[in-house]
């Protein structure tokens, strides 16, 4: 039997990195991408060629290839990002799965999902809940923050990862430097104002043009496109796009280094969250009221260990 971890995008990978031993784990174990974000086929061929952890990784187009090789395989240890769903019920059911672990995703494992009344019951009723980590065959949730999480849902199923991420960013900075792209030259500053702008789904012009109004409060204006818009544009000679798939984080963490003054506007990213001592950040979103409750948290604990 195998161990089989399946990731959608570079964060997804980074913290399955950070999931270290499990009891009665396998000792052959597939990596499994599902390819739909930016450049996934040269990401999948750089872990491949620079990751030796794993017996094997593979590359699925989609989630129905993502589902019937989950089908096709008898798993040991099933490592997913969510386990609230119909079709991993019927996953499960099939009984080729024995364990099942979530891993942390984003802010979306850390908030209840609202459906509709009937359908809230008969999820209650077929076991898979109203949030990432719920479903009855979920062993545990490895999460960053996980007393949060226990807390939020009165929950024991919330572990943590082996390293806190900055931590695992310092282990694993040199590999992950060599599975994306390198920067643009002119990323490389130090002592600099940088406005960051992380998109969602859509790049919202307004926002790029607020950037250019107020550029010159600035030395470096960024624009970092979300993972899963493959083709991004940026009709702008004021900003810089950052065309890759490198993690937001890594990118953080090296300007951060570099004695930079950095600002962030985003929509409820946890990326902005393990660095709450070092930026400033403006959350544009408004529709996740959870995220706000998070970072007051992270926050008290950061001023916690600083005292």
Not at 100 to 121: A, C, N, Q, R, S
Not at 151 to 180: A, C, M, V, Y
Not at 239 to 259: G, S
Request: contains cysteine; positive net charge; aromatic residues 14%.
């Amino acid at each position: 039997m195998i161990d089989l971890y399946v990731c959608s995008k570079p964060l997804q990978y980074f913290n399955i990195k950070n999931i270290g031993s499990v009891k009665y784990e396998s000792s052959y174990k597939i990596l499994a991408f599902v390819g739909n974000f930016n450049d996934a086929d040269k990401f999948v061929s750089n872990v491949r060629k620079y990751d030796a952890f794993w017996n094997q990784v593979i590359f699925l187009h989609n989630r129905k290839e993502r589902e019937e090789y989950i089908k096709s395989q008898k798993i040991n240890n099933l490592f997913v990002e969510n386990d609230s769903s119909w079709r991993m019920l019927k996953i499960v059911l099939r009984g080729n799965v024995r364990r099942l672990y979530v891993f942390e995703e984003g802010i979306g494992t850390y908030k209840d999902v609202y459906y509709p009344i009937l359908m809230k019951f008969l999820r209650k009723m077929a076991g898979i809940g109203n949030h990432y980590g719920a479903a009855w065959f979920c062993k545990n949730v490895f999460l960053y923050e996980p007393d949060f999480f226990n807390k939020r849902f009165h929950s024991n199923r919330g572990i943590p990862f082996k390293d806190t991420f900055i931590e695992g960013l310092e282990k694993n900075q040199q590999l992950l430097s060599h599975l994306s792209e390198s920067l643009p030259k002119a990323l490389y500053v130090s002592n600099k104002r940088i406005l960051i702008y992380l998109t969602n789904y859509d790049i919202n012009a307004d926002i790029i043009r607020k950037m250019e109004s107020i550029k010159g409060e600035y030395d470096l204006l960024i624009v970092k496109p979300h993972p899963h818009i493959k083709n991004p544009k940026v009709k702008s000679k004021d900003v810089v796009v950052l065309y890759t798939n490198m993690m937001i984080e890594i990118v953080l963490f090296d300007l951060i280094k570099r004695n930079n003054k950095i600002e962030v506007w985003h929509y409820a990213s946890t990326s902005v969250v393990h660095f709450l001592k070092y930026i400033k950040q403006v959350n544009l979103s408004t529709s996740i009221p959870i995220f706000d409750e998070y970072v007051n948290y992270v926050s008290t604990l950061v001023s916690t260990k600083n005292d």
